[in-house]
């Protein structure tokens, strides 16, 4: 069954040092979402991405938040200067179409901020 | 806007028991309703979602989900739960009309399924 990939599992970083999360979401799928989970609770939603382009961003996608796609395969989240709050899962995740269609989550990268 | 309500951090059931985990949901048209489950160290895996048509919905796992419009909810069963149902569940939500709004989750419930 396809997944999606996400790289590397565990990444420690300093406060104010910029963090690159990797994904590879499943081949056919179009659209694209970045989502954040503190401590094991609530799941939130960062950011959506279709046709190389921000859908839809929520208010914690600020500007030190950014993503990319730089290929044809890889989808990027980029945290430009890390805060401890920034410490949670972060989880990629790829839908083949809008409306009816769930998502496929990738395992996460647990991102920890000393 | 379009929320979940899962109004339970803690789900307690003996194994062989039924299970119900609650859901409700707001939406200003007519909605698409998820079940994810998440296991320790792990992403959020799909069991089963509503889109139209009959209310009760199966998934995977022996789950399933019984929609009730007028109470605006999607309560997640099994008949007899096992104890390798312990995880963390989430609802999720989207309104039809929303295009391609993302799915909003649900804070999760925790279900523990004692032997």
């Not at chain 1, 500007?63 to 980029?78: A, M, Y």
């Not at chain 2, 096992?82 to 649900?106: H, I």
Request: include cysteine; charge should be negative.
């Amino acid at each position: 069954e396809p997944e999606v990939t996400q790289t590397p599992s565990h990444q420690v970083t300093q406060m104010g040092q910029e963090v690159i999360l990797r994904c590879v979401p499943i081949s056919n799928h179009l659209y694209f979402y970045w989502y954040r989970q503190i401590l094991g609770q609530k799941v939130e939603f960062l950011v959506s991405f279709y046709n190389n382009e921000i859908s839809e961003k929520s208010e914690i996608f600020d500007d030190q938040f950014s993503v990319e796609r730089p290929d044809g395969s890889n989808f990027t989240l980029k945290i430009r200067s890390t805060k401890l709050e920034d410490s949670a899962m972060y989880f990629c995740a790829s839908s083949e179409g809008q409306g009816p269609y769930g998502y496929t989550f990738g395992s996460g990268t647990r991102l920890t901020v000393v | 806007a379009q929320s979940v309500a899962q109004p339970e951090d803690q789900v307690n059931v003996a194994e062989g028991n039924p299970l119900t985990v609650k859901c409700t949901y707001s939406v200003s048209g007519n909605p698409y309703l998820f079940w994810y489950v998440q296991y320790p160290n792990r992403g959020l895996q799909f069991l089963l979602k509503y889109i139209t048509g009959d209310n009760l919905v199966k998934g995977s796992y022996g789950f399933e989900a019984e929609f009730n419009k007028s109470q605006t909810s999607f309560h997640l069963k099994k008949p007899s739960a096992l104890v390798s149902d312990s995880a963390l569940y989430f609802c999720a939500v989207r309104d039809m009309n929303s295009g391609n709004t993302p799915l909003v989750f649900g804070k999760g419930t925790r279900l523990s399924v004692i032997a």
